[in-house]
């Protein structure tokens, strides 16, 4: 059985290698934002999500990842809700083009440039200028930015 659980100070090694593992943004990872999806039986660490604040008021869900031997089996979708019913109002969020469809079922849309807050105008050009655009199964996969007004 899978639990939901805030993270401790303990736990931050195994967040970090997790969030790594995921090949996902490795910044700003401090545990205090998190919550765990472990595993009851072994605690084994089988997902990470976390809310981070930016300095321009803007909230955005952050570092969700599933182990891989636990994806598919709804691990992600617990996390996400969770964090969703935990935090109302508006949140951001960046993901592969490829996701965008997973995080629609939950309210999210992409937004435009103009729509951004600064943090993510910054982000965008960032990525722009460091992050050539990758090929996952022969197409392009760009970053989006994505918004539930809440």
Same mark, same amino acid.
């Given at each position: 059985m899978i639990v939901l659980r805030p993270a401790t100070a303990a736990d931050q090694a195994r967040l970090t290698a997790h969030v790594?593992?995921?090949h996902i943004n490795p910044m700003d990872l401090?545990?205090?934002h998190f919550v765990l999806a472990v595993d009851e039986a072994s605690g084994a660490l089988v997902g990470t999500v976390q809310i981070k604040s930016h300095r321009d %008021?803007? &909230?955005e869900l952050a570092s969700l990842a599933v182990? @891989?031997?636990w994806q598919g089996q709804g691990v992600a979708r617990r996390l996400v809700e969770h964090m969703l019913a935990q935090n109302p109002?508006?949140?951001?969020?960046?993901c592969?083009?490829?996701?965008?469809?997973?995080?629609?079922?939950? %309210?999210? &849309?992409?937004v435009d440039p103009?729509?951004?807050? @600064?943090?993510?105008?910054?982000?965008?050009?960032?990525v722009k200028l460091l992050w050539p655009?990758?090929?996952?199964?022969?197409?392009?996969?760009?970053?989006?930015?994505?918004?539930?007004?809440?």
């Amino acid at each position: 059985m899978i639990v939901l659980r805030p993270a401790t100070a303990a736990d931050q090694a195994r967040l970090t290698a997790h969030v790594h593992a995921a090949h996902i943004n490795p910044m700003d990872l401090k545990w205090q934002h998190f919550v765990l999806a472990v595993d009851e039986a072994s605690g084994a660490l089988v997902g990470t999500v976390q809310i981070k604040s930016h300095r321009d %008021g803007s &909230r955005e869900l952050a570092s969700l990842a599933v182990a @891989p031997e636990w994806q598919g089996q709804g691990v992600a979708r617990r996390l996400v809700e969770h964090m969703l019913a935990q935090n109302p109002g508006v949140l951001y969020l960046t993901c592969r083009s490829t996701l965008g469809p997973l995080y629609q079922k939950f %309210g999210f &849309r992409i937004v435009d440039p103009s729509e951004m807050t @600064p943090y993510f105008r910054r982000l965008i050009r960032a990525v722009k200028l460091l992050w050539p655009l990758m090929r996952r199964g022969g197409r392009a996969v760009t970053l989006l930015v994505m918004k539930r007004d809440g």
